[in-house]
């Protein structure tokens, strides 16, 4: 049973979870679809979100081919079109991560992407981090259609979509070069070509509310350039720390706004090899029904409040950013850890990390907190979550993961890959997405 769901008073779910059924709903509705099949057997799973005239789809596609990693390639891309021809509108693809077992294997994978999707690529970032079933490769992406939906292509690995007086922006695929050696340096360089991509169409990083940082080796020592012993994430956060500084003298950024602290929600986890990927999120409108709130858990110290024995600079970021579009919240949920306070718990004991993992997400994205950010009305549970990602250090621990987050989100779309998270004690990180409405008061 759903523990979560039973303590959510009754209301009218945004989320249908059904097999293979349509969504349901008046205007808005998530419908979380799984459809097995002979090939598929279990790794095709998908989410359509309603709102109004615009239909959003979230894939979460893990091939169950046992070929090679061009027939696995072609099948997800072959699950992908299927499940957007059975949309009501011409869908567009907008943006995909590619989970990857290894970086030998992206050259092809981006050959056949251009093969077919020619001139409408995605905006894209492959990440060496290994699908926890042993697949090469698993893909999340995100598209949308419906009715003055107007998508445009300008650059590789750029998007930006236009709808209701909203302008949303992908940002993708900008990776650190090799000649760069040290985390600080990767880090200015990852930080500085979003800042350029942005300004190309016309956006700044005060548009940004969501960000994701793919750090090689995060957790491991390297010299600094005054031969320092520093931790490669710790660096990450000087860099960013020392940007974001830079941004606001600019105006660029504001990180402050109404009395508060201001940052975009962000993932900083780690990869296989060297290097940073880094991809983002903008939002620009001119709409007075449109907020952006970040939310901080009622549990955790803000991550940009922790005190400086875990990084000299802290990490800019906040635990989730609320996106307010008239009467729904989109929520972008931060990669999130079995975290209490500033001190990790539970260490070494992988199940209770990912209950408490669970438990934080649940307590940033409840009715109280919502409400405690000045957003009244609204709630969400887990069949609010439109997708999840679940990146887990061991594969060992995989099934055990797996299955937590099975019996307490349900069939929540979810890609599951080994990836090392930022703090050497911590086993498991999730973030998620959840679409909920406002409730009248």
């Known amino acids: 049973m759903n523990d979560w769901v039973d303590q959510v008073e009754s209301r009218k779910s945004l989320v249908e979870h059904n097999s293979g059924g349509k969504a349901i709903g008046k205007t808005q509705a998530v419908d979380s679809q799984t459809q097995p099949s002979s090939m598929l057997a279990s790794g095709r799973s998908h989410s359509v979100i309603h709102l109004d005239d615009v239909t959003r789809v979230a894939l979460m596609i893990t091939p169950q081919n046992v070929g ?3 027939d696995q390639t072609w099948e997800v891309m072959s699950t992908i079109r299927d499940v957007l021809n059975q949309q009501p509108a011409p869908m567009s693809l907008t943006k995909q991560t590619v989970f990857v077992r290894s970086a030998d294997e992206i050259a092809l994978i981006q050959d056949l992407f251009k093969a077919y999707y020619r001139d409408r ?7 060496i981090q290994p699908p926890c079933d042993g ?7 995100w598209a949308l259609g419906g009715r003055g939906v107007e998508v445009e292509f300008p650059m590789p690995n750029l998007v930006t979509v236009r709808y209701d007086a909203l ?4 940002v993708a695929g900008i990776v650190s070069p090799p000649t760069l050696v040290n985390a600080y340096d990767e880090s200015r360089f990852a930080f500085n070509q979003l800042k350029i991509r942005l300004n190309q169409v016309g956006a700044t990083f005060n548009d940004v509310s969501r960000i994701w940082l793919y750090q090689g080796a995060i957790t491991e020592n390297e010299s600094d350039s005054n031969r320092n012993t520093v931790q490669r994430y710790r660096e990450l956060n000087r860099a960013r720390a020392d940007f974001f500084q830079e941004l606001e003298s600019d105006g660029q950024i504001r990180t402050s706004r109404n009395g508060q602290s201001f940052y975009p929600a962000s993932t900083g986890i ?6 940073l990927c880094v991809s983002c999120l903008g939002l620009q409108t001119d709409r007075d029904d449109v907020r952006l709130q970040p939310l901080e858990n009622p549990h955790q110290t803000p991550a940009f409040d922790y005190a400086a ?3 000299p600079k802290s990490p800019l970021f906040s635990r989730a950013m609320a996106v307010k579009i008239g009467d729904h919240v989109t ?3 931060s990669g999130t850890a079995s975290i209490l306070n500033s001190e990790s718990v539970h260490v070494g004991d992988v199940e209770k990390q990912t209950h408490q993992t669970i438990d934080n997400i649940q307590a940033l994205i409840g009715e109280s907190n919502f409400q405690r950010h000045g957003l009244a009305g609204v709630t969400a549970d887990s069949t609010d979550l439109a997708k999840i990602r679940v990146y887990v250090k061991r594969a060992s621990d995989y099934q055990i993961c797996r299955d937590i987050c099975e019996a307490r989100l349900g069939d929540t779309p979810a890609i599951y890959a080994v990836a090392d998270v930022c703090r050497p004690d911590l086993l498991v990180e ?3 997405v959840a679409f909920s409405s406002i409730r009248s008061q």
């Not at 697949?135 to 992406?141: D, P, T």
Request: hydrophobic share 45%; glycine share 12%.
């Open 135 to 141: 697949q090469s490769l698993a893909i999340e992406a």
């Open 68 to 70: 090679d990693v061009v």
């Open 331 to 333: 929520t972008w949920i």
């Open 270 to 275: 780690g990869m296989s090899g060297r290097g």
């Open 309 to 311: 024995t875990f990084s």
């Open 167 to 170: 302008r949303w922006i992908y």
């Open 121 to 127: 690529i995605p905006a894209t970032s492959f990440i």
């Open 430 to 432: 999730i973030e998620g």
